[in-house]
């Protein structure tokens, strides 16, 4: 972690993630969007003078990054499947969707929602969160602690911040339930993205298990959820 402390600037970071998340809970999307999320990483990065590496923003693929994706990839999938199907949280199961249905969901999934999701809230917010936590705590945290309680801190954030989405056509639950449930799933969900991106320091793990796991709940679990 850096030594120099917290700027003003960053406070600003941790705005932007949550005031974007309120406009994502709508589900609506454009690509301005996107390319001022882009922009916001470069002045977040030079701006704070902590560099790429430390949001995460690394491409490089090392093997135990590798290992722990596959691993956090499997337990999620253990865990969420069964939770979303007895909560009801799917649609009745129908057909199965072709292999190229499965690529082109998850590419979008990962590209458009999962890079805007996590870039605010992984590299944004929970870097925030985690940052803050090792300055303000009495006693020295360490690095597994500090990733636990601030993956759980901005999981919970996520979840609640999802409370916008409403049920689609088809959908088992009402109204209320599908909401409530929603921001249930979404928390867990979000705890494994921020395992996934606080292990390892890199974005690409929490985006692509992000895709993954809306690409499994659309496609195969039937979630009424709205595309991408």
């Known amino acids: ?30 690509f301005a969007s996107f390319i001022s999320v882009h922009l916001f990483i470069v002045v977040v990065m030079y701006g704070t003078g902590l560099g790429r ?26 865990v969420l499947i069964p939770l979303t199907l007895g909560l009801q949280f799917n649609r009745p199961l129908s057909g199965i969707p072709s292999p190229m249905e499965i690529v082109t969901y998850l590419i979008l999934f990962s590209f458009r929602v999962g890079v805007m999701e996590e870039i605010l809230f992984r590299s944004g917010l929970m870097v925030f969160v985690r940052d803050s936590l090792y300055r303000w705590q009495k006693a020295p945290q360490s690095q597994n602690q500090l990733v636990i309680m601030s993956t759980v801190i901005t999981a919970i954030i996520f979840g609640v911040f999802h409370f916008g989405n409403n049920p689609g056509d088809g959908s088992l639950l009402s109204e209320l339930e599908f909401k409530a449930v929603y921001i249930f799933l979404g928390s867990i969900a979000a705890t494994f993205y921020g395992l996934a991106f606080g292990e390892t320091n890199r974005l690409w793990c929490s985006v692509f298990l992000h895709g993954l796991i809306d690409t499994t709940a659309v496609l195969l679990l039937k979630v009424p959820l709205t595309a991408p």
């Open 53 to 78: 590496e430390h949001f995460g923003y690394s491409f490089q693929v090392r093997l135990m990054d590798l290992r722990y994706y596959l691993k956090i990839t499997a337990i999620a999938c253990i």
């Open 1 to 30: 972690f850096p030594s120099h402390d917290i700027q003003v600037f960053d406070f600003f970071l941790v705005l932007t993630c949550l005031g974007a998340m309120i406009l994502f809970s709508s589900l609506h999307f454009d």
